[in-house]
């Protein structure tokens, strides 16, 4: 490989690895009108619950479905996880309803 | 494979068939079928839309198996959920546990349904004549899977 190649290769994922995706399911998903996004995570939130925070703050749906009383559940990389998780780059984090199957 | 997420119908007969085998230390299967219903909370519903978390719910209907099968003297699990859109009288989900006695069965059939219906990652959406819903979590499901808390 060459080092230019080398060099692109060790941008790109540098540059992913300051990144998380986000997902959104159900009502949520339907709430947003988006299913996932990819967020640069800032400094300031190093945990799942400092995410939550953020993106209630977007206002509009968000400050609703983010309120404090609605019982969204937080998954890290597919595992549940509580406010106080640590986030880091990379995390897939999912925002869950309630959920109703069986 | 004892956990299967699938839009398509399924056999019970011939699922209990292929979790048996030829295996004749199993003296028992316990099973559970879940339908829709044509009614929830005083609507009538028409068809429902089950979503799920690719990835996560296939994790989580595992560690639900694994627990049972630490928890009780049994054989083996089964556990198949349909996604998609169902009408009512459609089948959803199947449950069956294989085992030397009923007993063992019976009380692992029932905590793998608890569980699942509080910790997989699976949601309804259903059609009334008043148009789409998100079917609420019920707190009686949580009761019930509290229970199996020690």
Not at chain 1, 58 to 85: C, K, L, S, Y
Not at chain 2, 121 to 150: C, I, L, N, Q, Y
Request: negative net charge; charged residues 25%.
């Amino acid at each position: 490989m060459e080092n230019s190649d080398l060099a692109q290769k060790s941008r790109a994922s540098a540059a992913q690895a300051e990144t998380i995706d986000i997902l959104y399911f159900a009502r949520l998903r339907e709430a947003f009108g988006v299913a996932s996004e990819r967020m640069v995570l800032p400094r300031t939130i190093a945990t799942a619950g400092a995410l939550r925070a953020h993106l209630h703050a977007r206002g509009g749906p968000w400050a609703t479905e983010f309120a404090a009383d609605r019982p969204v559940r937080v998954a890290v990389n597919q595992v549940i996880a509580r406010a106080e998780t640590p986030l880091r780059a990379g995390d897939e984090v999912a925002f869950l309803p309630p959920v109703t199957g069986g | 494979m004892p956990v299967r997420i699938q839009i398509e119908d399924f056999d019970v007969s011939a699922e209990i068939a292929a979790l048996r085998g030829d295996n004749p230390a199993i003296g028992a299967v316990a099973s559970f079928i879940g339908l829709v219903r044509d009614a929830n909370a005083g609507e009538r519903v028409s068809e429902i839309t089950l979503e799920h978390y690719p990835g996560m719910t296939e994790t989580a209907l595992q560690d639900i198996v694994d627990e049972a099968k630490a928890r009780w003297d049994i054989v083996d699990v089964l556990v198949i959920h349909r996604i998609g859109a169902l009408r009512p009288t459609d089948q959803i989900v199947l449950v069956a546990v294989a085992g030397a006695h009923r007993g063992a069965a019976f009380a692992a059939c029932e905590f793998v349904m608890d569980y699942l219906k509080t910790r997989a990652p699976f949601w309804k959406k259903e059609r009334t004549p008043a148009g789409g819903r998100w079917v609420d979590a019920r707190s009686s499901d949580d009761a019930a899977a509290e229970r199996w808390v020690r």
